[in-house]
């Protein structure tokens, strides 16, 4: 079948094959004909070495399609069942999932380390422990999550992870109150997943942070009242909070310098959400004083902060019933074979989510 490959870390371009084989088929887990896949900045960091990958490996972590096969075993899923891919599936009894803390269960991270394809020269890894640059994926059943027939494959791939990631960062971990006041940094699909979460909630200032005009622009249609350049957040702090800062501001970039500029604009006694997924060498510099004295919140969200497959579930009933705009995440939608022009597209921060058909 074709993959998309990258060779070595580093590398910026992908090599699409077609000699590759999805591999480790047999109990317990599925075999996916994946239709559509999301790029996300994640499988750019996995690429560069941001976020640690072994290689060679497909990229892809958010993906949908329908169920070629099932192992023995497998009791709830069945050939011809359309899914998402969970790249983090919850094992049901570790003690993180005993607590309900389901998106803190290491369980799919074991995945990762296991080749899920191979070509004649040897094994090829998938991301995350799937890989849905690829026709095809074998997967634990556990990240074969079903969807509603109603549900396209693009949208479906979407909530995998961007879309899920960026609402629930506000309806589960921040768990933004009404009429507060919001500043998102970053508003890629994941910022503006937040946008449209700190909307849901009820927040009477969005304020969208970002260096690309056209994602500013995007942003103020997906919800956010206003829209700056970061050169711009110093003005419209003073003019929103009147200098005293924002009572949640979400980091959706990853790096130490926006989670800083992040905490400065965060008011005394206000919330720090860092959603961007960063590298284990960037440190984030606070003193004892400040943490202490300004008593600022800082949450962490992973996936999303909650339970992931209920997150889905949430996701696609406000799509249905018009709350969010999913759709308008996906600027343009690209064959497989046209993935490095999306992947060049994602780098210069011109789409805001690049949908792939497989």
């Known amino acids: 079948m074709r993959a998309a490959v990258l060779h070595e870390i580093g590398q910026e371009k992908l090599e699409v094959l077609d000699d590759v084989e999805a591999a480790g088929f047999g109990p317990g887990k599925v075999r996916v004909r994946l239709r559509a896949t999301g790029l996300c ?52 009894a570790c003690p993180a999932c005993k607590r309900g803390q389901t998106e803190l269960c290491l ?19 998938g991301f995350a422990g799937t890989g849905t640059f690829a026709e095809e994926a074998v997967v634990d059943a556990g990240c074969a999550v079903p969807i509603p027939d109603d549900v396209p494959f693009d949208i479906a791939a979407l909530i995998g992870c961007g879309v899920t990631t960026g609402l629930g960062a506000a309806l589960n971990t921040a768990d933004v109150v009404a009429g507060s006041s919001v500043a998102v940094i970053g508003c890629g699909g994941v910022g503006i997943a937040a ?13 969208a942070v970002d260096p690309v005009a056209s994602r500013r622009e995007s942003a103020l ?8 350049s970061p050169e711009g957040l110093a003005d419209v702090r003073q003019q929103v909070t009147g200098g005293e800062g924002f009572d949640y501001v979400f980091e959706v970039v ?24 960063g590298a284990m060498d960037d440190f984030l510099q ?20 909650g ?16 709350r969010v705009d999913l759709a308008g995440l996906i600027t343009h939608r690209v064959r497989l074979a046209e993935i490095n022009e999306a992947l060049d597209q994602m780098r210069t921060g011109t ?3 690049t949908c792939i058909e497989i």
């Open 41 to 92: 900045h994640s499988d750019l960091s996995a690429m560069n070495g941001v976020l640690p990958q072994p290689a060679p490996f497909v990229p892809g972590h958010e993906g949908a399609g329908e169920i070629l096969e099932v192992g023995e075993g497998v009791r709830n899923l069945h050939a011809g069942d359309r899914v998402v891919v969970c790249w983090l599936p919850a094992c049901g």
């Open 107 to 125: 369980a799919g991270f074991a995945n990762a380390g296991t080749p899920n394809f191979k070509r004649s020269g040897g094994d090829v890894f």
């Open 195 to 207: 946008v449209q979460g700190a909307r849901l909630k009820g927040a009477a200032e969005i304020v």
């Open 221 to 228: 249609r997906f919800g956010a009242t206003k829209a700056v």
């Open 254 to 277: 990853g790096r130490s310098e926006t989670a800083r500029t992040a905490y400065e604009n965060t008011r005394r006694g206000g919330t720090l959400v860092v959603v961007g997924a």
């Open 286 to 305: 606070l003193n004892m004083f400040e943490l202490f004295f300004d008593e600022k919140r800082i949450l962490p969200s992973l996936y999303g902060g």
């Open 307 to 322: 339970d992931v497959v209920r997150s889905y579930g949430r996701t696609i009933a406000l799509w249905r019933a018009g």
């Open 351 to 353: 789409a805001l989510r």
